[in-house]
């Protein structure tokens, strides 16, 4: 007689390892019943930092993408046109929307450390779609100047 092999998982995997929703499911389920004894508290903790990484790498994004266009615009006058227009405003409206539902966001936006990285990001990304060169190793604009609606900047020498 032989004997069936069945299926196994690897030994460690959890729910949550197998399958991140269903086991998301399972947790709000026992949330809900009052079940805090069979929480998976270390991976709760986890998802819920994880949601916050995930609201600052949308914000570095969103800002990576609205200089790289402010950088295309001052150093490429030559190609400006409406698409580059709809593209800043469109990430500064996203960017305005997004500091105001998570507001402990905006003190990123003031951290040079953070500044940095963003505009390294912009650049590559600027350069990836033209020729640009001599571009100065950290952002020329203020903030305040690169989130203001109605703030282009001036061509490049």
Known sequence: ???????????????????????????????????????????????????????????????AVLIAHLIKWAYQPERRGSSWQRTIRTQRHAIALRIKRTPSLKPMLHDAGWQEEIWSDAVIGAIGEGTLEDLPQTCPWTMTQVLDPDWLPPSAP
């Open 1 to 63: 007689m032989t004997a069936k092999l069945q299926p196994q998982n690897p030994i460690g995997t959890s729910l949550y390892d197998r399958d991140i929703v269903a086991w998301a499911n399972e947790q709000a389920r026992l949330l809900r019943e009052g079940r805090l004894d069979r929480l998976d508290i270390e991976h709760i903790a986890e998802e819920i930092e994880d949601v916050g990484k995930s609201e600052q790498r949308e914000l570095a994004s969103r800002m």
